[in-house]
């Protein structure tokens, strides 16, 4: 983002294919922009549940958290008067799991990022209202001002500078996934990727990447056949089948697949990983906010909090994310640049 690339929820003991297609259907049945059945208020005041309705994508927390007048009073004046934060997240129509997902009640919009936006805007000492839209649309929705902020494995990219800031909160790292028997690995060099055939979420930061790789061979009289599929289960049965030979997508969802599927005929491996922000820079996923909003500073402090703390600890190992932990938050940080260099 990152990406609508969309992971399954699976629920042990019936098939991968059915727990897909069950999910799925849930998901879809929100339509292409959700607000309804999105927020979660069971728990006291003071107190965020993190992994709620998970489905066993998280370890289900709770973590205390109020808030705090000296970043609350950083708010713009809109913002803290409305007495809500207004979320967005870009995973219709199947979500990404662990990442964002629609819960095993079929309703809640659950994951670690909108987990995140809810320890946020607790922090603010505001009411969380997360929206649930396609990837395409999640931007719409900031820029019309919809929504105040993006939680939505969001790459901060120099490009995307133009018109967001950013408030980092997690690093980015990319992967291919391949099935469990394919002796194929990336290696880190994209000369590895000449004569197959890769699949990727259509404007995503994956994507940017994965053109340029495919510019470079063209150059070198090689080809790279990329791939789009609507949703994941359609890309997972492209890759059962053979007729892609890998997915470039986020590394946490592929981890979260390669976990669901072990010790099943459709057993998948990560086969190499990558940074969001290129070969030379490790990529950063931020909050992501209008340009100018005055929004990524009280976000970055909020952020820097939960760290401090030990809230944000708790979300990421809830969601088995530690390995992707920052040691703060920055806003506007160097992202992937404009050369894809």
Request: net charge positive; glycine share 10%; charged share 20%.
């Amino acid at each position: 983002m990152p990406t609508h690339f969309t992971r399954r929820s699976l629920i042990r003991g019936i098939t991968v294919a059915t727990a897909v297609a069950s999910l799925a259907t849930g998901l879809a049945a929100c339509g292409g922009t959700s607000d309804a059945a999105t927020t979660t208020d069971s728990a006291k005041s003071g107190e965020v549940v993190i992994g709620q309705v998970s489905n066993g994508a998280a370890t289900r927390t709770t973590v205390k958290v109020s808030e705090v007048k000296s970043i609350s009073a950083e708010l713009p004046a809109a913002v803290k008067k409305r007495g809500k934060l207004e979320i967005g997240i870009g995973a219709l129509p199947a979500g990404f799991p662990p990442l964002a997902y629609v819960g095993d009640d079929q309703k809640t919009l659950t994951g670690s990022e909108p987990d995140l936006g809810r320890l946020i805007a607790a922090v603010f000492g505001l009411k969380a209202e997360v929206k649930n839209s396609t990837w395409e649309n999640l931007f719409v929705g900031v820029d019309s001002g919809k929504v105040d902020v993006a939680f939505s494995n969001v790459t901060d990219t120099e490009e995307r500078k133009k018109k967001y800031e950013f408030a980092s909160y997690r690093q980015d790292n990319l992967a291919f996934i391949v099935p469990k028997k394919s002796t194929w690995n990336f290696d880190g060099t994209y000369e590895n990727l000449a004569g197959k055939t890769i699949a990727v979420g259509s404007g995503t930061n994956q994507e940017k990447i994965l053109l340029e790789w495919k510019a470079r061979l063209a150059k070198e009289g090689k080809k790279l056949t990329v791939k789009y599929f609507q949703d994941s289960p359609s890309t997972y049965l492209a890759l059962n089948s053979g007729k892609i030979d890998a997915s470039f997508g986020p590394n946490p969802g592929f981890a979260y697949h390669n976990r669901q599927v072990a010790g099943t005929p459709n057993a998948t491996r990560t086969a190499g990983t990558y940074s969001g922000a290129g070969a030379s820079l490790q990529g950063l996923i931020a909050a992501t906010a209008k340009k100018d909003s005055g929004l990524a500073e009280p976000l970055a402090a909020a952020i820097n909090y939960l760290i401090k703390n030990g809230q944000y600890a708790e979300w990421l190992k809830a969601y088995n994310l530690s390995d992707e932990a920052v040691a703060k938050s920055e806003v506007n940080p160097p992202g992937l640049p404009l050369d894809n260099s």
